[in-house]
C-alpha cells in the first residue's frame, strides 16, 4: 500500500499532456496505477516512456484494490460505457470535458455517478486561473458591487487541418462545434461568475472559412437570472486567434479577466491588476497552455473525494453550461428568444 490516491489514465491522446505534467508535480501524494488505452502499442509505448504500468483492459486497472480513481480523456463519443464501468467499481471520475455529446447523455453520466456515489469532476481548468479566482472572490464578496452587465469573447482559431483530423467538426464525435468544444471553458468560467443564465438570443451557423458540419460562430444576448445583461461571442474562424476575454461591469468597478489576467478598473480611479500573461491555446497551438490549472484542479479534485464532498467542477455545474449551449443554439434555429432550463446545479 502507497499510502496515495490512487489514479488511472484512460485514453492517451492529445489531452494527456497537461494531465500528465500535472501529475508528476502531484507525485507526492497521488500515484499513477495504470495507464489504458484501447490501442494496445499506443498504451505499452506511453507506460515505457513515462515508467507507468500498461493495464492489459480497462476492467484490470478497475480492478486494482489500491485505485481511487480514473482520469477519463477519450473523446465524449467514447464515455458512457467508461463510466458505466467505473461507477459499478465505485471508482471516482474525472473527465474531460465536456460531459458528453448531448444534455441528454451528460445527465444520464450525472445521474449513474449520483446514483453509485462517486464523485464526478469535469476538467474546467480556467476555473483555476489566478485571475479567475480573484475575480470569483471579489463578486462573490460584493466587493465590486452589484453585476450590472457581462460580456464574453472567444475570438479562436482552428485550420483547416485541425478539422481534417477523423471526427473533427462532426456531431457524430463532438457533438456540435465551436461552444461545446472551444468555448465550453469560458462558458463555464463565465457562468461560475455570473451565475446562471436565464434567456438568450443568438445566431449561429458555419462560416465560409470552414467546411464542417457544425457552427464556428455564435453571438448572442444574454439575460441572467440576478438581472444582469450581457453578450457572447465565440468563433472558430478568427485568424491567427487571440486570447479569450469577460467583462464584468458592476456598480463599483469594471473586472476585465483576459486570458489568465484580471484588470480591475475601480470607480474610485483605482487600477489593480492580477494573474501572469499565459497562452489559453486559442490559436494554431490548441495546446499552448501551461499545466498549472490542472494540476490545481486535480489537487482539488483529489481533496473533495478525500473530503466526502463535490469537486467545485462536477458533472451538476457542467450540466448548467450544456443547458446554456442548448438554448443558444435552440434560439438560432428559432429565430427567437429561448429560456435556458437550469437545475444542473
Same mark, same amino acid.
Given at each position: 500500500?502507497?499510502?496515495? =490516491?490512487?489514479?488511472?489514465?484512460?485514453? +492517451?491522446? *492529445?489531452?494527456?499532456?497537461?494531465? !500528465?505534467?500535472?501529475?508528476?508535480?502531484?507525485?507526492?501524494?497521488?500515484?499513477?496505477?495504470?495507464?489504458?488505452?484501447?490501442?494496445?502499442?499506443?498504451?505499452?509505448?506511453?507506460?515505457?516512456?513515462?515508467?507507468?504500468?500498461?493495464?492489459?483492459?480497462?476492467?484490470?486497472?478497475?480492478? /486494482?484494490?489500491?485505485?481511487?480513481?480514473?482520469?477519463?480523456? @477519450?473523446?465524449?463519443?467514447?464515455?458512457?460505457?467508461?463510466?458505466?464501468?467505473?461507477?459499478?467499481?465505485?471508482?471516482?471520475? *474525472?473527465?474531460?470535458?465536456?460531459?458528453e455529446r448531448t444534455t441528454e447523455a451528460a445527465e444520464r453520466i450525472v445521474a449513474l455517478c449520483e446514483q453509485a456515489g462517486i464523485r464526478l469532476g469535469i476538467t474546467f481548468q480556467h476555473r483555476f486561473r489566478e485571475g479567475a479566482l480573484k475575480a470569483r472572490e471579489l463578486l462573490a464578496s460584493g466587493a465590486l458591487g452589484e453585476l450590472a452587465t457581462?460580456?464574453?469573447?472567444?475570438?479562436?482559431?482552428?485550420?483547416?487541418?485541425?478539422?481534417?483530423?477523423?471526427?473533427? &467538426?462532426? =456531431?457524430?464525435?463532438? &457533438?456540435?462545434? #465551436?461552444?461545446?468544444?472551444?468555448?465550453?471553458?469560458?462558458? /463555464? +468560467?463565465?457562468?461560475? !461568475?455570473?451565475?446562471?443564465?436565464? @434567456? #438568450?438570443?443568438?445566431?449561429?451557423?458555419?462560416?465560409?472559412?470552414?467546411?464542417?458540419? #457544425?457552427?464556428? *460562430?455564435?453571438?448572442?444576448?444574454?439575460?441572467?437570472?440576478?438581472?444582469? +445583461?450581457?453578450?457572447?461571442?465565440?468563433?472558430?474562424?478568427?485568424?491567427?486567434?487571440?486570447?479569450?476575454?469577460?467583462? =464584468?461591469?458592476? @456598480?463599483? &468597478?469594471?473586472? @476585465?479577466?483576459?486570458?489568465?489576467?484580471?484588470?480591475?478598473?475601480?470607480?474610485? &480611479?483605482?487600477?489593480?491588476?492580477?494573474?501572469?500573461?499565459?497562452?489559453?491555446?486559442?490559436?494554431?497551438?490548441?495546446?499552448? =497552455?501551461?499545466?498549472?490549472?490542472?494540476?490545481?484542479?486535480?489537487?482539488? *479534485?483529489?481533496?473533495?473525494?478525500?473530503?466526502?464532498? /463535490?469537486?467545485?467542477?462536477?458533472?451538476?455545474?457542467? !450540466?448548467?453550461?450544456?443547458?446554456?449551449?442548448d438554448a443558444l443554439l435552440a434560439s438560432a434555429r428559432e429565430g427567437r428568444a429561448m429560456s435556458v432550463k437550469t437545475g444542473g446545479r
Amino acid at each position: 500500500m502507497t499510502g496515495k =490516491f490512487g489514479i488511472g489514465l484512460v485514453g +492517451l491522446g *492529445f489531452a494527456v499532456t497537461p494531465h !500528465l505534467r500535472a501529475l508528476r508535480d502531484l507525485s507526492d501524494t497521488i500515484a499513477v496505477r495504470g495507464v489504458y488505452s484501447r490501442n494496445r502499442e499506443r498504451r505499452e509505448a506511453f507506460a515505457a516512456e513515462h515508467g507507468y504500468k500498461a493495464a492489459e483492459s480497462y476492467a484490470a486497472l478497475l480492478a /486494482d484494490a489500491e485505485l481511487d480513481a480514473v482520469i477519463l480523456l @477519450t473523446p465524449p463519443n467514447q464515455r458512457l460505457e467508461l463510466v458505466e464501468q467505473a461507477a459499478r467499481a465505485k471508482k471516482h471520475i *474525472f473527465m474531460e470535458k465536456p460531459v458528453e455529446r448531448t444534455t441528454e447523455a451528460a445527465e444520464r453520466i450525472v445521474a449513474l455517478c449520483e446514483q453509485a456515489g462517486i464523485r464526478l469532476g469535469i476538467t474546467f481548468q480556467h476555473r483555476f486561473r489566478e485571475g479567475a479566482l480573484k475575480a470569483r472572490e471579489l463578486l462573490a464578496s460584493g466587493a465590486l458591487g452589484e453585476l450590472a452587465t457581462a460580456y464574453l469573447v472567444v475570438p479562436w482559431w482552428r485550420s483547416a487541418d485541425y478539422y481534417s483530423e477523423p471526427g473533427r &467538426g462532426t =456531431f457524430a464525435q463532438d &457533438g456540435g462545434g #465551436v461552444l461545446i468544444t472551444q468555448a465550453v471553458h469560458s462558458l /463555464d +468560467l463565465m457562468l461560475s !461568475l455570473t451565475g446562471q443564465a436565464e @434567456t #438568450v438570443a443568438a445566431i449561429a451557423g458555419t462560416s465560409r472559412l470552414h467546411r464542417i458540419e #457544425v457552427e464556428d *460562430f455564435v453571438g448572442a444576448g444574454v439575460r441572467f437570472r440576478n438581472g444582469a +445583461l450581457g453578450s457572447i461571442m465565440a468563433t472558430t474562424a478568427a485568424y491567427p486567434g487571440a486570447q479569450e476575454y469577460m467583462v =464584468f461591469c458592476c @456598480t463599483r &468597478g469594471t473586472a @476585465t479577466l483576459s486570458g489568465s489576467v484580471l484588470t480591475i478598473a475601480w470607480q474610485d &480611479g483605482r487600477r489593480e491588476v492580477h494573474g501572469m500573461e499565459a497562452s489559453t491555446g486559442g490559436g494554431e497551438d490548441r495546446m499552448a =497552455f501551461p499545466h498549472d490549472w490542472h494540476r490545481s484542479q486535480i489537487a482539488e *479534485f483529489v481533496e473533495a473525494v478525500q473530503g466526502g464532498r /463535490d469537486p467545485v467542477s462536477n458533472g451538476r455545474t457542467a !450540466l448548467e453550461v450544456h443547458y446554456l449551449i442548448d438554448a443558444l443554439l435552440a434560439s438560432a434555429r428559432e429565430g427567437r428568444a429561448m429560456s435556458v432550463k437550469t437545475g444542473g446545479r
